[in-house]
Nanobody, 115 residues
Framework: QVQLVESGGGSAQPGGSLRLSCVAS???????MSWYRQPPGKERELVAS????????SYADSVKGRFTVSRDDVQKTFYLQMNGLQPDDTAVYYC?????????WGQGTQVTISS
């Protein structure tokens, strides 16, 4: 069982920045790591992914150029740097770790963007 703990959520004004962190209970070298979000009243959606070992990160069109993912597998930590935040970015953000036969989720962290 892999435990994932997100932090860094909170409130920000439009145009502001936040950085989310996800700390895993195990080394994450072999896991594809992703951030998802669930806006109020909507379904969960993929925000960004960073594949294990090799491969480039990928982003949802709505966050390209504003959000950046990074991973530090030695520190078992996965990040989401969010810049240029907009009210539509308001959501609960979830960290996900996945590899064949395994799929783990964090408890989520709330991000609220308002003026």
């Amino acid at each position: 069982q892999v435990q994932l703990v997100e932090s860094g959520g909170g409130s920000a004004q439009p145009g502001g920045s936040l950085r989310l962190s996800c700390v895993a209970s195990v080394f994450t070298f072999n896991y594809d790591m992703s951030w998802y979000r669930q806006p109020p009243g909507k379904e969960r959606e993929l925000v960004a992914s960073a594949p294990a070992v090799t491969g480039s990160p990928s982003y949802a069109d709505s966050v390209k150029g504003r959000f950046t993912v990074s991973r530090d597998d030695v520190q078992k930590t996965f990040y989401l740097q969010m810049n240029g935040l907009q009210p539509d970015d308001t959501a609960v953000y979830y960290c996900n770790a996945r590899r064949t036969g395994f799929d783990f989720w964090g408890q989520g962290t709330q991000v609220t963007i308002s003026s």
